[in-house]
């Protein structure tokens, strides 16, 4: 078993804490070991991601209580009820075409260091009514040496993200890493939705919540069933559900590789 350990191409990084642990607390060490056997018995794709969704989804909490009350800041720094209002002037651009306010949302935000976007009504309602059956989903963000894999979970018109580490050892205390804000206040009049964002500079860069952000369409706003079958499965099916399906199906969009750092554009 240790054998097989040393081949891992990540032992390295972190031989000095294993040889610890066998040292300091052998009894800690053997169990790990087993489990790791477990693991490696468990057919190849098999994920226990559903359970860590159902605890957060008991446990979530929308935001839907302080309505009205304006913007606050939030434990984690992110702003809590953030409004249209205190970002553009709604009552001004009521008299400006969709393609006026997506020129002035769109010249305003490529400022800024953030993620963006004017989504047309009918992908954006195509997107709201799935997230109301499914209102979670598991999220892989392409790195140099894979995949790091994110749990977005929507709160009323809000898209929370953390990463799928942060729930398994933090569970329902896990910190919010990135938050989606859409906005669908000119939805009915103008026929589009505002999108911006606020995320965790020390964990995320822009280009990490692009990449977010573009996989939520990818999975909530496809026409192809078999996609957002996906994000079926992860709600109410989930020990059916494989996170390699989630990378697959990046590769086969063609996502996951113009995403991967080094070959994507800097385009919000």
Not at 61 to 73: H, M, S, Y
């Amino acid at each position: 078993g240790e054998a097989a350990l040393e081949e891992n191409p990540f032992y390295g990084k972190y031989r000095h804490k294993i040889q610890e642990l066998r040292r300091s607390n052998p009894d800690v060490f053997e169990s790990r070991m087993e489990k790791r056997s477990e693991v490696k018995k468990q057919p190849v794709g098999h994920s226990k991601q559903g359970e860590f969704i159902r605890c957060m989804e008991e446990k979530a909490r929308p935001i839907f209580f302080a309505e009205g009350l304006g913007n606050k800041t939030s434990k984690g720094g992110f702003t809590k009820d953030k409004t249209l209002d205190s970002i553009l002037n709604v009552e001004m651009v009521k008299e400006k075409s969709a393609e006026e306010i997506t020129q002035i949302w769109n010249q305003y935000f490529s400022a800024k260091d953030t993620v963006y976007a004017v989504i047309p009504a009918d992908k954006f309602d195509l997107m709201w009514k799935r997230a109301q059956k499914c209102p979670s989903f598991l999220y892989a963000l392409p790195r140099k040496e894979g995949y790091e894999f994110f749990v977005g979970q929507w709160s009323g018109t809000e898209l929370h993200f953390t990463s799928l580490i942060n729930v398994q050892t933090q569970g329902e205390t896990a910190p919010s890493q990135l938050v989606l804000y859409h906005y669908p206040d000119l939805q009915k009049e103008k026929g589009i939705v505002l999108m911006t964002a606020e995320m965790d500079s020390k964990f995320l860069v822009v280009h990490d919540a692009q990449c977010l952000a573009s996989q939520v369409q990818l999975f909530y706003a496809t026409d192809r069933s078999e996609t957002y079958g996906l994000v079926e499965t992860f709600n109410h099916r989930s020990s059916e559900f494989k996170y390699m399906s989630v990378i697959a199906e990046l590769e086969q969009s063609g996502l996951g590789r113009e995403l991967r750092p080094g070959q994507a554009s800097d385009k919000s």
